[in-house]
């Protein structure tokens, strides 16, 4: 059964890196940057969750360790 049809039921979805890219389709090596990160938010967020983290400790970039990864959520 393919995970991403499951999104849509969970309130909260919390990939790391690695695995948002996979639901996303997308080369977790594309991902150079917290801009690419936040499109993946934004694509998970399509699948029907509430909510998206990703978490990024695998993002090789120098953005600041004080960043916060990318969160976002549904209005309404």
Do not use: Y
């Amino acid at each position: 059964m393919p995970i991403a049809p499951l999104l849509e039921h969970a309130e909260v979805v919390t990939p790391n890196l690695r695995e948002a890219a996979m639901l996303c389709g997308v080369d977790v090596n594309d991902v150079k940057n917290h801009d690419d990160m936040l499109a993946l938010a934004h694509q998970l967020l399509g699948f029907g969750s509430t909510w998206v983290l990703v978490k990024g400790g695998h993002l090789r970039s120098a953005r600041s360790p004080s960043a916060a990864p990318p969160t976002l959520g549904r209005s309404g």
